[in-house]
């Protein structure tokens, strides 16, 4: 018995001495290697500086609006909202897209859009009916050629490409609680150029 502890031992000595040496250049390596990565120095992109809220790019486009926009628009004159406070953003084309029956404007901005054209996005709230908003639209933009009318949910978007410019309208009834705005309708419009 006692030949049998002294032989198993040796076998386990023998093993264990095997393992260290298979192991050991192993655990070395490892070791020089993260020395090695500390030692790099890592070098941080600068962020690029902060852009003001202006657009890269103005529209170059000129505006030509087709008679039949014209029209609509000579025919609810009273209804199209003038911007005497200045809160439209700068160059907006309100000659082609004006706003109807504005209660409030929530928001106008000039925009780079995601092909890099210049645009504009508008928001407003109205206390006209979303159907009397959407028949005011629907008839400025069938003339479009490639006029598109999509319902979703309670929200009619209308999209068309007029005198080289790309033209989104939303209209869906008010959310106050989103809006921050009392109202029947809200009104997005999205213009860019092409």
Excluded: C
């Amino acid at each position: 018995m006692k030949i049998r502890y002294v032989l198993l031992s040796l076998l386990l000595i023998g093993v264990l001495i095997t393992g260290a040496a298979l192991l050991m250049p192993k655990l070395i390596n490892d070791e020089e290697t993260a020395t090695k990565e500390t030692n790099t120095t890592t070098t941080t992109k600068q962020p690029e500086p902060i852009k003001n809220n202006e657009p890269d790019t103005t529209a170059t486009t000129a505006i030509v609006v087709p008679e039949e926009m014209q029209t609509v628009i000579e025919e609810n004159n009273e209804e199209i909202y003038v911007d005497e406070a200045g809160l439209l953003a700068g160059n907006y084309p309100s000659q082609m897209v004006p706003l109807y029956g504005v209660t409030s404007l929530s928001q106008s901005h000039q925009i780079t859009g995601v092909s890099g054209q210049p645009g504009w996005k508008t928001s407003y709230v109205s206390d006209y009916s979303t159907d009397e908003i959407l028949v005011f639209y629907q008839n400025l933009l069938t003339s479009a050629p490639d006029y598109s009318e999509e319902v979703v949910s309670a929200t009619t978007n209308l999209k068309g490409t007029v005198s080289g410019y790309t033209i989104s309208i939303s209209i869906s009834p008010n959310n106050p609680d989103k809006t921050d705005l009392p109202g029947n309708s809200a009104v997005n419009i999205f213009i860019e150029q092409v």
